[in-house]
């Protein structure tokens, strides 16, 4: 069995390497909060993901002709993308947010941010 001891002097050094460390795993942390979703074939995907506040939500176009991504309630509204277009929207509070195509109003999806 090997003992080790760590004295003050040890513990002292353990905790600025923390500190150290510690906002660089907050910055990573912050840089993974980002969802993909997809249109393609007239439909969003993944439906509804369920993602933290503060995510980072990106819509590609997928399809060989133009859509939009627009929240119902106004928060956010994308410009007529074409086939590999992207629109980003980053979420800051909690809620549900309810969207749709524009050009084709019966496609449906929603972000929920807890």
Known sequence: MIRRSVGVAGSAAMAVMFF??????????QQAAAVEVKIDNFSFGPQSPSVPVGTTVTWTNRDDIPHTVV????????KVLDTDEKFSYTFAKTGTFAYFCSIHPKMTGKIVVQ
């Open 20 to 29: 150290a460390v510690s906002p660089l795993v907050t910055a990573r942390a």
């Open 71 to 78: 929240s119902t309630d106004g928060v956010f509204k994308s």
